[in-house]
């Protein structure tokens, strides 16, 4: 029995080869699929992957403060008397309106009477005496002119002229004083303006200097507000601020920032601000109720799309894009606040600088990328940020 071979070889090259079966053409098919999806993955990183990229560009977040403060008169006076005394009468009381040189208050005036009456005798006595000493002197001048008296005589008379002289001012000017001191039993206001508070009544002995009433001048009117130190950024002079009564919030005045207290409030630590207002209108009276609206500003931080986080290990980060060579590297940052559609960084990235704002779950570090147009996107910049009222 003879063994056919169980493969032959077609040696004869004039002879046309078989065709493949089926089965064997579908795996060579495949083959070369796998090949050619295979050069499209080598050369897809290439091309870079598609990102959305933004610039970032700094700003500072600006929002406004509201704040509850009090109309202040921008000048306060308290008066009181120059000498000591008990008060007879006082008839102002608090709110009434004064004008300057109104009597505010009076004291007994007895003893200054009595001193006024006591100055001119003794200046009527002191003119007698300087007309004796006038005439003595005269006389003796005439005597020594014709040699009837002496050197000695002559002097004591001259002396006696000038000491009555002196004694003739000294009364003068006690009268003066003790009409001075008359005039001070009456306590006068030398400004316009509203009594606001009074610290003495009828029948009380009062001291030099002790205020007697304070008056509110009409000259300026100031609002002031307890300000937190975080919101003392501004100098005196370039905060402008808005004013607004607060049962009333139609009626507004606009001011300046005229002062700012060195020293916090011991209790509630904060600052007493003073605003000059322009115009105020009449009804924004001594001890009103208002509202002041601040602009205020932060540091200069930076704003990024939400969509633009991620995390390196533990911290926040982001992806930066190199513009020469077009990979992305993590950098972490540091969040000051999270809004609803962006986050506000307070360092770790720099203006001008371009991160990947959508796509950033697919990337690792040193990938090439490929940025997509920015139109529609979200600017970066902080100005837009508003902080809440």
């Excluded at 897809?44 to 560009?57: F, H, L, T, Y």
């Excluded at 921008?74 to 709110?95: C, H, M, Q, W, Y």
């Excluded at 040189?101 to 009477?113: F, K, M, Y």
């Excluded at 609803?340 to 697919?362: M, N, R």
Aim: glycine share 8%; net charge neutral; aromatic share 2%.
């Amino acid at each position: 029995m003879t063994r056919r071979p169980l493969l032959t070889m077609n040696t004869d090259r004039s002879r046309p080869a078989r065709p493949l079966p089926g089965r064997a053409l579908l795996g060579v098919t495949l083959l070369l699929a796998l090949t050619a999806c295979d050069r499209a993955e080598k050369a897809a990183p290439s091309a870079g992957r598609p990102v959305q990229v933004v610039k970032i560009e700094a700003g500072k977040l600006a929002g406004g403060v509201d704040l509850s403060g009090e109309i202040q008169a921008e000048k306060t006076v308290s008066l009181a008397f120059r000498i000591a005394g008990r008060i007879t009468d006082r008839p102002v009381n608090v709110g009434d309106r004064v004008a300057p040189g109104q009597i505010v208050a009076r004291l007994d005036r007895t003893i200054e009477t009595n001193a006024v009456t006591a100055a001119r005798a003794a200046l009527e006595a002191a003119r007698g005496e300087v007309v004796t000493a006038r005439n003595t002197f005269e006389r003796q001048e005439r005597l020594m002119g014709q040699g009837f008296t002496t050197r000695p005589r002559f002097d004591a008379a001259e002396k006696a002229q000038e000491a009555a002289q002196a004694a003739l001012e000294n009364a003068e000017a006690q009268l003066e004083l003790a009409q001075d001191r008359l005039g001070f039993t009456d306590l006068r206001s030398d400004v316009a303006g509203v009594v606001t508070a009074r610290s003495a009544e009828p029948g009380e002995v009062v001291q030099p200097g002790q205020a007697i009433v304070q008056i509110a001048r009409d000259d300026g009117r100031d609002a002031v507000f307890s300000v937190p130190a975080r919101l003392l950024e501004a100098k005196a002079g370039e905060q402008i601020v808005r004013v607004r009564l607060a049962e009333a919030p139609g009626v507004s005045a606009v001011g300046r920032i005229r002062e700012v207290s060195p020293q916090a409030d011991p209790v509630t630590r904060t600052f007493q601000v003073r605003v000059g207002l322009q115009d105020p209108p009449e009804a924004m009276r001594l001890g009103s109720t208002v509202v002041g609206s601040i602009e205020t500003s932060s540091a200069v931080i930076t704003a990024i799309p939400a969509t633009a986080l991620t995390q390196s290990g533990t911290s926040p980060a982001v992806w930066i894009v190199d513009p020469v060579n077009s990979t992305v590297s993590l950098r972490p940052i540091d969040i000051l606040r999270f809004d609803p559609d962006h986050v506000i960084v307070s360092q770790g990235l720099a203006p001008g600088e371009t991160i990947v704002s959508a796509g950033v779950q697919a990337l690792h570090s040193g990938q090439r990328v490929a940025p997509l147009p920015a139109a529609g996107a979200r600017s970066a910049a902080a100005g837009a940020a508003k902080t809440p009222g």
